[in-house]
């Protein structure tokens, strides 16, 4: 079955970096984007972007553009959101979700914690 | 790109049906037949029951349902369950490979 496993929580300071992984299973990891969607504590949805594994193509939400960069490893089968520049209000959950479908998302990681803090 | 407008919550008894629904424009929900809706527990991901505007994965009941009228797409939840009780959110393509999202229903059975 599909599995889009996350890796663990992350604690950083403003002004750093994080780089959150996806490891993919069950499926062929080259033929679907993987989206990042994130969920600010007691927010809503927002989506990021997405990546695309086969051409490594990749599409920015414009409110991300230049602070966000979506990579992968086919080798692994794993995809990465590295966000830049962190600030509080980058606190949130960031889930990867797979593009099964042509225009929605049907499956979903776990999550990954970002706690941004002095 | 502004998020999609839902109701902040709606309710209802168990038996019930209830309608939630996500207003865009024509550059979004308007444009393209390509809504969705998520269901989410406290706690967990988010799963999809919706797409399409109007197709159901499998697995979901077909007490779900979708529709789309104008700018304004709808998830009706028919015969409300408890286990219903959970935040919702549309989403919807909105063109050169972005989506956006809604702020999100809370649905409370009484």
């Given at each position: 079955?599909?599995?889009?496993v996350?890796?663990g929580?992350?604690v950083?300071?403003?002004?750093?970096?994080v780089?959150v992984s996806c490891?993919?299973s069950g499926?062929t990891?080259t033929?679907h984007?993987?989206h990042?969607v994130r969920q600010?504590p007691?927010?809503?949805?927002?989506?990021?972007?997405?990546?695309n594994p086969?051409s490594?193509?990749t599409?920015?939400?414009?409110?991300?553009?230049?602070?966000?960069t979506?990579?992968?490893?086919t080798?692994i089968s794993?995809a990465?959101?590295?966000?830049?520049?962190?600030?509080?209000d980058?606190?949130a959950v960031?889930?990867?979700a797979?593009?099964?479908?042509?225009y929605?998302?049907?499956?979903?990681?776990?999550?990954?914690l970002v706690?941004?803090s002095? | 790109q502004?998020?999609?407008?839902?109701?902040?919550?709606v309710?209802?008894?168990?038996?019930?049906?209830?309608?939630?629904?996500?207003?865009?424009t024509s550059?979004?929900?308007?444009?393209y037949?390509?809504?969705?809706w998520?269901?989410?527990?406290p706690g967990?991901?988010?799963?999809y029951?919706?797409?399409?505007?109007?197709?159901?994965?499998s697995?979901?009941?077909?007490?779900?349902?979708?529709?789309k009228s104008?700018?304004?797409?709808?998830l009706?939840?028919?015969?409300?369950?408890a286990?219903d009780?959970?935040?919702?959110?549309?989403c919807?393509?909105?063109g050169?490979?972005t989506?956006v999202?809604?702020?999100g229903t809370?649905v409370?059975?009484?």
């Amino acid at each position: 079955q599909v599995q889009l496993v996350q890796s663990g929580a992350e604690v950083k300071t403003p002004g750093a970096s994080v780089k959150v992984s996806c490891k993919a299973s069950g499926y062929t990891f080259t033929g679907h984007n993987i989206h990042w969607v994130r969920q600010a504590p007691g927010q809503g949805l927002e989506w990021m972007g997405w990546i695309n594994p086969n051409s490594d193509n990749t599409n920015y939400a414009q409110k991300f553009q230049g602070r966000v960069t979506m990579t992968r490893d086919t080798s692994i089968s794993t995809a990465y959101m590295e966000l830049n520049s962190l600030r509080s209000d980058d606190t949130a959950v960031y889930y990867c979700a797979l593009g099964g479908g042509r225009y929605h998302f049907d499956h979903w990681g776990q999550g990954t914690l970002v706690t941004v803090s002095a | 790109q502004s998020a999609l407008t839902q109701p902040r919550s709606v309710s209802g008894s168990p038996g019930q049906s209830v309608t939630i629904s996500c207003t865009g424009t024509s550059s979004d929900v308007g444009g393209y037949n390509s809504v969705s809706w998520y269901q989410q527990h406290p706690g967990k991901a988010p799963k999809y029951m919706i797409y399409d505007v109007s197709k159901r994965p499998s697995g979901v009941p077909d007490r779900f349902s979708g529709s789309k009228s104008g700018n304004t797409a709808s998830l009706t939840i028919s015969g409300l369950q408890a286990e219903d009780e959970a935040d919702y959110y549309c989403c919807s393509y909105a063109g050169s490979n972005t989506y956006v999202f809604g702020i999100g229903t809370k649905v409370t059975v009484l």
